[in-house]
T-cell receptor, first 115, second 114 residues
Framework: DAGITQSPRHKVTETGTPVTLRCHQT?????MYWYRQDPGHGLRLIHY???????DKGEVSDGYSVSRSKTEDFLLTLESATSSQTSVYFC??????????????FGPGTRLLVL | AQSVSQHNHHVILSEAASLELGCNYS??????LFWYVQYPGQHLQLLLK??????LVKGIKGFEAEFIKSKFSFNLRKPSVQWSDTAEYFC????????????FGQGTRLTINP
């Protein structure tokens, strides 16, 4: 499972509430990613990080922020959750980001329901 | 902008049937190509990937895919499916430079009847 854990695994929250999801890795990989998975859309990249304090936006970053203060942790925050953010959130890690040997490994996912 | 299209949303086959799942992409440059699988209740796992060289790529569990550059396609194949292949399959692309920002297709749900 590539040493990736996500917490919480399930969360129910109310509209307007802040929510933080955590991704933790034990592999000391440089790159970490947050995706959301929705029916009919596959997975879409929200944000990614290429090192401590180095982050960048993905395809669907509006309404989300991220932080990476330690190599092993990548946090995804919904400042004010909306029903459209109900989704399954996956974290992924990779060693160097690119190149023929590069593979992204995915975590188990967090199922978020915003009421 | 990159996009990936998987034409088959739900495929139902019997065991031992042959499988081909379509994947087409749109991107104005060179890409790396991937197929991921998600078994029920599990996280995504890499089936195979293409970076360069032989356009016929072999992956795990007897899967293979062929990159046809002229058609912008990367179809997944398996000559004889098993019940355990029931899963959702995702095609993805990423640019060859920089971070591996995967762009996924919508996914194809594969159901294998015993």
């Amino acid at each position: 499972d590539a040493g990736i854990t996500q917490s919480p695994r399930h969360k129910v929250t109310e509209t307007g509430t802040p929510v933080t999801l955590r991704c933790h890795q034990t592999e000391n990989h440089r790159y970490m990613y947050w995706y959301r998975q929705d029916p009919g859309h596959g997975l879409r990249l929200i944000h990614y990080s290429y090192g401590v304090k180095d982050t960048d936006k993905g395809e669907v970053s509006d309404g989300y922020s991220v932080s990476r203060s330690k190599t092993e942790d990548f946090l995804l925050t919904l400042e004010s959750a909306t029903s459209s953010q109900t989704s399954v959130y996956f974290c992924a890690i990779s060693t160097s980001g690119t190149g023929p040997s590069e593979t992204q490994y995915f975590g188990p996912g967090t199922r978020l329901l915003v009421l | 902008a990159q996009s990936v299209s998987q034409h088959n949303h739900h495929v139902i086959l019997s065991e031992a049937a042959s499988l081909e799942l379509g994947c087409n992409y749109s991107y104005g440059g060179t890409v790396n190509l991937f197929w991921y699988v998600q078994y029920p209740g599990q996280h995504l796992q890499l089936l195979l990937k293409y970076f360069s060289g032989d356009p016929l790529v072999k992956g795990i569990k007897g899967f293979e895919a062929e990159f046809i550059k002229s058609k912008f396609s990367f179809n997944l194949r398996k000559p004889s499916v098993q019940w355990s292949d029931t899963a959702e399959y995702f095609c993805a692309v990423s640019p060859i430079q920089g971070a591996q920002k995967l762009v996924f297709g919508q996914g194809t749900r594969l159901t294998i009847n015993p």
